[in-house]
């Protein structure tokens, strides 16, 4: 079965570009979603990270998401420090749900594929990309966060410059009705590849 990589930076509208893949019939693994569920669930995974950011990183059995967000994205050794201890936890999990699927291929929607040299994890990967102030727009919208801890949270990724050189295939997704078009494109696409 051929896996597919899904990215791109916050704002950049991935999620919703996944969930044109999942109309299509595409299975989709949200890694984002799969980490957090992880982070609360798995016994080894929270005592490491209250190990690295303390007791504060839960309230009770839920995530504090506010002040781990505020810990990582103003220090990048420590985001660096979390990453190694989330992303393994969450590949093995993805691999275990990869083997109950039957489709011709499975998209893993991650934000940090070229960040986190992971591209030979997959088949192909697809980026999507918007211009920053869209970006900025949409989260200030979708999160209501302040545009500086937005701003920080994009300085912590790859720019899409650097990351379109690597990536297989690119949506622009500024306008939905064309970013459906070449989410159709590129699945009918991906259905007919046989590798």
């Given at each position: 079965m051929m896996v597919v990589g899904l990215t791109g930076g916050i704002g950049s509208g991935k999620s919703t570009v996944a969930k044109m893949f999942k109309d299509l019939g595409v299975p989709v693994y949200d890694s984002d979603a799969e980490a957090k569920e992880l982070m609360v669930t798995s016994k080894p995974l929270k005592r490491d990270i209250v190990k690295l950011l303390g007791a504060e990183s839960y309230k009770g059995e839920e995530l504090n998401?506010?002040?781990?967000?505020?810990k990582v994205f103003k220090d990048p050794e420590k985001l660096q420090k979390l990453n190694k201890i989330v992303h393994p936890a969450v590949r093995s999990h993805f691999m275990d749900w990869v083997?109950?699927?039957?489709s011709s291929y499975v998209i893993q929607e991650t934000a940090l594929i070229f960040e986190n040299d992971a591209k030979h994890n997959y088949d192909f990967v697809i980026l999507v990309?918007?211009?920053?102030e869209i970006r900025v727009n949409r989260?200030?919208?979708?999160?209501?966060?302040?545009?500086?801890?937005i701003i920080n949270r994009m300085d912590n990724q790859m720019n899409d410059d650097d990351k379109t050189v690597l990536a297989?295939?690119?949506?622009?997704?500024?306008?939905?009705?064309?970013?459906?078009?070449?989410v159709f494109n590129l699945h009918k696409r991906l259905v007919g590849l046989d590798i």
């Open positions: 998401r506010g002040f781990i967000a505020d083997k109950t699927q039957t990309k918007a211009p920053k989260v200030l919208k979708r999160d209501g966060i302040e545009e500086q801890a297989d295939f690119c949506i622009e997704n500024i306008d939905l009705e064309t970013t459906e078009k070449e």
